[in-house]
């Protein structure tokens, strides 16, 4: 399973990158804002950050516009993937960029129906959130199976990447049902590392070592 990063910031790119984990990244219209800067120097410093694909987000709702805006996103850097909402042009405009042989995620899908009709598009990527589904007490990882199940069936060839991640165990959810990609925001990238009786084991191994008095090097 992949490992993407879920952020625009490029500090906080930079610094996961080094980790060896990321293989792609993700964006969207708000981590953007967030980041307070301008959303084509964004993109293409991350595209040259990172070698897999990084996920840059039209901003239009009609087809015409995002088709404009997802081919000038797409014209920044080969690793270009182009987010497109899961609404009628969404799915229109990810055909047409597919069919040019662009890649496209479809974001905000929140239903086994929706994937479905995101992969006959061309989809590259589908993006269900989870933790979105979770916050309004459905079952987010139940839609994840779902959508695993019916791409296996049917042959799709679309990539689930799970979006909207909200703790480390919605990881190991995602790897367990066989997800293609997770998006992590950089705090779940980080807790993945931990466990406090791997940092109480270590400070046991710690102090019994300086009682031998001996050094490696
Ligand atoms: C990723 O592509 C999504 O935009 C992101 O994971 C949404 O996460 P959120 O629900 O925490 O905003």
């Not at 293989?23 to 410093?45: F, H, M, Q, W, Y």
């Not at 995620?105 to 479905?116: E, I, P, R, S």
């Not at 998006?183 to 300086?210: C, M, N, R, V």
Request: glycine letters at 10%; one cysteine or more; charged letters at 20%.
């Amino acid at each position: 399973m992949k490992i993407f990063l879920d952020s625009a910031d490029i500090d906080e790119i930079r610094a996961h990158i080094a980790s060896g984990f990321v293989d792609g990244v993700t964006t969207n219209p708000s981590l953007i804002a967030k980041s307070g800067r301008n959303i084509l120097e964004t993109i293409s410093e991350i595209s040259e950050m990172v070698d897999g694909p990084v996920s840059a987000e039209v901003a239009a709702t009609d087809h015409e516009t995002m088709l404009a805006e997802g081919r000038k996103l797409a014209g920044l850097a080969p690793n270009v993937t182009v987010k497109v909402p899961l609404t009628e042009a969404g799915l229109q405009t990810c055909r047409a960029l597919s069919d040019a042989g662009t890649q496209v995620n479809v974001t905000l899908c929140f239903t086994a129906g929706q994937a479905m009709l995101a992969a006959k598009a061309g989809a590259t990527f589908i993006s269900p959130f989870v933790g979105r589904l979770d916050d309004i007490g459905q079952d987010g990882m139940g839609l994840i199976e779902e959508i695993c199940t019916i791409y296996d069936q049917y042959g799709f060839e679309t990539g689930v990447l799970v979006a909207s991640v909200r703790s480390t165990q919605h990881v190991v959810d995602a790897a367990l049902l066989g997800a293609d990609v997770v998006t992590l925001p950089p705090k779940i990238l980080t807790a993945l590392y931990q466990h406090p009786l791997t940092d109480k084991g270590l400070a046991a191994f710690i102090s019994d070592w300086e009682g031998t008095g001996q050094s490696i090097l």
